[in-house]
């Protein structure tokens, strides 16, 4: 063999099997981790070392230094947050991600990276009920896709007014305002600093009951102003998978002329699935969409998707233009779509999933998640001294106990060391409540059984 195969194989094998006992373990493993910061910095944060060392004792001494200090996130108990697993083909997608080590982006650095995306993007609009013709980017996170949609809107709403904000700056520009409602993500709150509009831009209008935006008080506030206008809207918030009503809301956005964009990070996902499909009704009618890979398509992060309507706004936001690179006019370049130029190439672990799934595979696993959710939600409520303030329409529900912020913490708090299951909270309505949030395609029923066990045993506990 080839010396470079010697060189390879100890760290490779190592990552191989320190992976496999990492995956065999989430079964049993506690979620949470006993360890404190002292005792990671002690163990990672060592001295610079003026010498190497073999690569598989670095990875060997990297696992077992890092273990304890990894969150189980990965496996079927995890319910904080909107966190999901990794796919075996997702996985396994990934690590040839990083030996090809292809920068994906040019075509000309990778044709394989760019129709691998290209495939998977339009695998993508087809699960998801997108128009065929958007553009999409393949980005860090479902952060980054706001930011990169609410660029073209940029783009597209100053053009309309003369203003060519790619070579004027915002400075002097038509102030651009933002039309959302309160359950809106924080990330779209750092998306519009990052795009230059301000926070100060962000007009949070009312909600009803089930925090969908009124359509009384968007149209109200789409009356008062011919100023440019975003108009922000949710498929499926954090606290209570909250969607907005596409199908009422979209069109009496685009009659005033504003520009929709939809954050799905999540909750776009109910487009595959038979039984959730209602929630996204009309959301095809919208100018853009974010949503994630990295949740409940259940591959690894770092992955996110942008898709936009109008493609020369969404290019001439992100493109690249320089004389080093051909451009080619037929073949996906990564460059006009995204907001980096060397990059991951992300689009394999995403092609690699759908295709581990398919189409029926994806909805599987959403009804999947959702029924978990509704029976861990179910379970948990029907513990003495709970409430349920959410049962959940899709994966997301609320609890609280002994009608208290302070027990509510402690239970939250005490998942974290418990092992058996691991919840984060929010504040709904001004009150604590517990999130029950199911995005990983592992959770099973005995999961769920022991999720709700253990709060059982921490109420106890603690009476
Ligand atoms: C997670 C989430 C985001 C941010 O996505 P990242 O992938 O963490 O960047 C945005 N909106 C909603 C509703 C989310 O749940």
């Keep these: 063999m080839a010396a470079r195969d010697a060189d390879y194989r100890p760290a490779l094998t190592q990552a191989l099997e320190s992976s496999l006992a990492y995956l065999d373990s989430l079964g049993e493993r506690p979620v949470g981790v006993s360890t404190t910061l002292a005792e990671m910095r002690e163990a990672l944060a060592i001295p610079l070392a003026e010498d190497g060392v073999d690569a598989e004792r670095v990875i060997m001494d990297l696992v077992a230094a890092s273990d304890p200090g990894i969150v189980a996130s990965s496996g079927g108990r995890f319910y904080a947050w909107v966190i999901g697993g990794s796919l075996p083909a997702a996985i396994a997608a990934d690590w040839m991600v990083s030996t090809w080590d292809q920068n994906a982006g040019a075509y000309a650095c990778s044709p394989a990276a760019a129709t691998v995306e290209e495939a998977a993007a339009g695998w993508l609009k087809e699960l998801l009920g997108l128009p065929a013709e958007v553009s999409c980017g393949f980005v860090t996170g479902c952060n980054m896709a706001n930011t990169t949609c609410l660029a073209a809107a940029r783009h597209a709403l100053l053009a309309r007014r003369e203003w060519d904000v790619e070579r004027q700056g915002l400075a002097g520009s038509p102030p651009i305002r933002v039309l959302t409602s309160p359950a809106v993500h924080g990330s779209l709150v750092r998306a519009?600093?990052?795009?230059?509009?301000?926070?100060?831009?962000?007009?949070?209008?009312?909600?009803?009951?089930?925090?969908?935006?009124?359509?009384?008080?968007?149209?109200?506030?789409?009356?008062?102003?011919?100023?440019?206008?975003?108009?922000?809207?949710?498929?499926?918030?954090?606290?209570?998978?909250?969607?907005?009503?596409f199908a009422m809301l979209i069109p009496l956005a685009k009659k005033h002329g504003a520009w929709v964009h939809i954050d799905g990070a999540f909750g776009l996902w109910a487009a595959v699935s038979a039984n959730y499909r209602h929630l996204v009704a009309g959301v095809e009618l919208a100018d853009s969409w974010a949503t994630d890979g990295h949740k409940w398509l259940n591959v690894p992060y770092d992955c996110g998707y942008a898709f936009v309507r109008d493609t020369e706004a969404h290019r001439a936001s992100m493109g690249l233009m320089t004389a080093y690179v051909d451009i080619s006019e037929d073949a996906r370049e990564a460059t006009s779509w995204n907001p980096e130029w060397s990059r991951r190439a992300r689009g394999f672990p995403t092609y690699a999933a759908i295709r581990q799934l398919g189409r029926k595979g994806v909805e599987a696993m959403i009804d999947r998640c959702c029924r978990h959710c509704l029976a861990l939600t179910e379970g948990i409520g029907g513990l003495p001294g709970v409430e349920i303030l959410w049962r959940p329409h899709l994966n997301q529900g609320l609890v609280r106990f002994g009608d208290s912020d302070e027990e509510t913490d402690r239970v939250i708090a005490a998942s974290h060391t418990h092992g058996g299951a691991f919840f984060t909270g929010t504040v709904w309505r001004g009150q604590r409540a517990m999130r029950i949030s199911v995005c990983n395609w592992q959770t099973t029923d005995a999961d769920v059984e022991v999720a709700i066990q253990t709060v059982g045993e921490i109420l106890t506990a603690g009476s």
């Design 192 to 245: 519009a600093r990052f795009v230059g509009l301000g926070t100060d831009a962000i007009i949070k209008l009312e909600a009803d009951d089930r925090d969908q935006l009124r359509p009384e008080a968007l149209e109200a506030a789409l009356r008062e102003s011919d100023q440019p206008t975003i108009v922000l809207l949710q498929a499926g918030d954090i606290n209570i998978a909250a969607f907005d009503d």
